[in-house]
């Protein structure tokens, strides 16, 4: 048997849900990611909660990579990424002041 086969099966009703949630919620942060990088302004924005909010993804997608659970390790990456990139702006803001 190859080492990488590609295996298709149907996704349940759970797993349909929870990338439908998925793509909704991370689709969410993308205005906020092109505001900041096209006003490079985060002034407004709470550097608290975007340690806080950063961390908890992370912790959900180790989660989601404990479960399997690709929905969980999708949606919570690509988040983590977008939030990482907002958190930068605004780490870089705050040394400037």
């Known amino acids: ?13 759970p797993d349909l849900l929870g990338y439908a949630a998925a793509a909704l919620t991370t689709t969410a ?4 990611v092109v505001k900041t990088l096209r006003t490079r302004d985060t002034r407004a924005i709470s550097l608290g ?24 390790i999708l949606a ?3 988040t983590l990424l977008l939030a990482l990139v907002v958190l930068a702006y605004k780490l870089t803001e705050s040394r400037r002041a």
């Open 76 to 78: 919570n990456g690509v």
């Open 1 to 13: 048997m190859p080492p990488f086969q590609l295996r298709v099966t149907r996704m349940s009703s």
């Open 49 to 72: 909660m975007y340690l806080l909010f950063s961390a908890g993804v992370a912790l959900w997608g180790i989660y989601g990579v404990l479960l399997a659970a690709w929905p969980i």
């Open 29 to 32: 942060f993308i205005p906020q």
